[in-house]
Structures are given as structure tokens and as C-alpha cells.
């Protein structure tokens, strides 16, 4: 393979979890990109995180790692409560950012990190990782190719009967750390799938439903936020998506048993006027002369969706190629996911504007 002469891109990876590993794991693949420096607070987990991948320095304070001239650009991996202050903190300090899943905690948050980043010229980017699977990837190819016609419905599911996340300390299920609950830890991916596969309209309204019912399941000490969400969402151009998304739920077995969270089902189907696609397995329906047949449809590649990501995430900072998950878009993202809280609270359609 070609190998590019661009200046390698010197990345630090701060929050060495799952996801902070998952990049790590990706970077080798990489020509452009390094791992020069992660950043956690927890001694044993930042020390695994090194001898494994082998960052050239590792810090426990995070602002050390901003601070060192040697980064160029920054992964946040930490706990939601933190994404704001140090992307905003790394851009203010010149570098690019790859920010964890959801973008902010808000909106508000959100559009200060886009300004930024925008004044400053800096990449902002959010992780989506699941936008570059091969079944996301060759359904793109079918709906560029104009096989689904217009797009007017989606259906966008992440739901488990018994998957209540804990994350160090218990941040996941407290609202002034995580911001939210099912919604903006699974149910912002599966918004995003199928917003993603639609073109990412402009929404333009919301009506909702949170609720918690099942915090007697773990004992965290605080446990403040939804565990289950339910939305339909209109957008500028007249399609409208309804998203279910719950980390605990009696669910019903149509639902299959998963490895680690009981029931659980992750999927987006979008409808169009000459198609529908199913994202798992991937599959096409097509009108046919008036009667809808199943297409077999081939998978690209098994590309990693990590890698590809970070490769999209390198190619920008280069400006060899647009952001995919770019700053705009996490910005609408966010409106989404706050509107959904607002219609919940008032009982009511939100508009968005
Ligand atoms: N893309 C995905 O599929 C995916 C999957 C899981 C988690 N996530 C996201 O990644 C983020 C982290 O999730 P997680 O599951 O790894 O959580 P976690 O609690 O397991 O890990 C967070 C890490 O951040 C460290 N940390 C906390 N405060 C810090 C500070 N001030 N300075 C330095 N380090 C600090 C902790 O020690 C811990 O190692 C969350 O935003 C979550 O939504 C994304």
C-alpha cells in the first residue's frame, strides 16, 4: 500500500477505558497518526493502558498532556460531565479534538466548542464509530445510488432488558455527570444510525417520553436519570423518525438474549419510497413491479470502524478529506437529544429552532 508523506499527526488519548483503548488499539494502522502521550486519573489503569500501547508519556492530570507541545491532537474518552471542559480546554490550547459519545451534556455546550473550534481553525469531532461499519457503509452506497428513493420514515431501536452501565464511580446513572441516562448513552447512537443513513435532515421537532422505573436493579447512590426514552422526531424535509431506546426494560422475547446486557436489540430501518433497509443484518427491500423483494446486498469490506474512523478524524486535521462526524452535526445532535428531555418535562411537541 502507498504510504502517505503527510506529517504524522501526534495524538494523546485522555480516559483510558473501553473507548480510549479502541482507539489506541486502531492507531498502529495508521501511517499519520501516533500515540504520543494518555492521560487518566486511575494509576492501574492508566499503567495497563501504557505498557499495552505504548504512548511515548503518560499523565495522570490531564492539562499536562494539553499542555505539551509535543500533541497535536486529543481523544476524550472521559466520563460525559468532562467532555466539555477539556475539548474546549484542548482547543483553547490549539489542538484538534475526537470527543467521545454524546458530544456535550447540551446544546449550550455544544455550539461554544463548534465557535471555537471554527474561530480557531481546529478540528472538532465527535465519535460515532458505528457510522463506518461495512453494513452503515454499503447502506450509504445504496441510498447515494438512490436505490431507497425518497426517504420519509426510520426507525431507530436500542433497547435492553437488564443493561445499566456503571463506569467508574457510578457517573452513568447521575444526571450532573452524565447528563442523562438510556438517551445520551445508547439511545444517541441509535438516533444517530438512522439520522445518518437519512441524510441528516434538519430537525425541526420533538415529542417525547422518558421514564425510570427500574434503579432498584444496581446500587449506585445516585441514580437520577431516564432508563428508558422514547421520541418521534420530524424533520425540514417531512420524514420523521421514532426512536426507542432503554437500558432496562421487561422486553418482550421477540427481543433475542445478548451476551452481557439480557435482552437487547440495536437497529435502524429506514423507509423509502422504492426501498427500505435494515441495518442488521443488513438487508434491502425493493419494490419490485408492485411487490417488495429482498435484495441480497454484498458487505464492503470488514474494515475496523474505529480505525476508519480515525482515519477520517486524521485525513481532516490533514484536510485531505471532510469530517465525517463533524462539529454541525454534533451541534444538531445535541438539539435532538435536549428537545427530547424539554418535550418529556412539558408534556408537549418542541419545536427546535
Ligand atoms: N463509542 C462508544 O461506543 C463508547 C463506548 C463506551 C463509552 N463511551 C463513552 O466514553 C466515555 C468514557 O466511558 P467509559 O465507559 O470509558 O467510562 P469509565 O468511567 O469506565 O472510564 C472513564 C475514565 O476516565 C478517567 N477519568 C475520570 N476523570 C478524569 C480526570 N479528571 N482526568 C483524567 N482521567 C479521568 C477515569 O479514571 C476512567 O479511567 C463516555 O463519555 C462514554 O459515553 C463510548
Known sequence: MKRSKAKPINIGIIG???????????????????????ADLDDARRKEFAQTYAPAKSFSDYHELLHDPAVDAVIVCLPNFLHFPASLAALEVGKHVLCEKPPTMNVAEMKVLHEEATRRGLVYYFSRQFRFTPAMRAAKGLIAAGRLGHIYHARATWVRSRGIPQGVGGWFTEKKRSGGGALIDIGVHALDSAWYLMG?????SVSAQVFRNFEHLVQDPVFDVEDAAYAFIRFDNG???????????????DIPMGQYFGRELNNSTVYGTKGTIRLKPLSFFEDQNGAVETVPVELPDDADSFELQLRNFIEAISGRAEAINNATQAVELMEMLDAIYASSASGREVPIV
Open 16 to 38: 483510558t477505558g473501553w473507548p480510549g483503548q479502541q482507539h489506541a488499539r486502531v492507531m498502529s494502522a495508521i501511517p499519520d497518526a501516533r500515540l504520543a502521550a494518555c
Open 200 to 204: 441528516t435532515p434538519r430537525p425541526v
Open 239 to 253: 420524514a420523521v423518525v421514532q426512536l426507542e431506546t432503554s437500558w432496562a426494560g421487561n422486553l418482550p422475547d
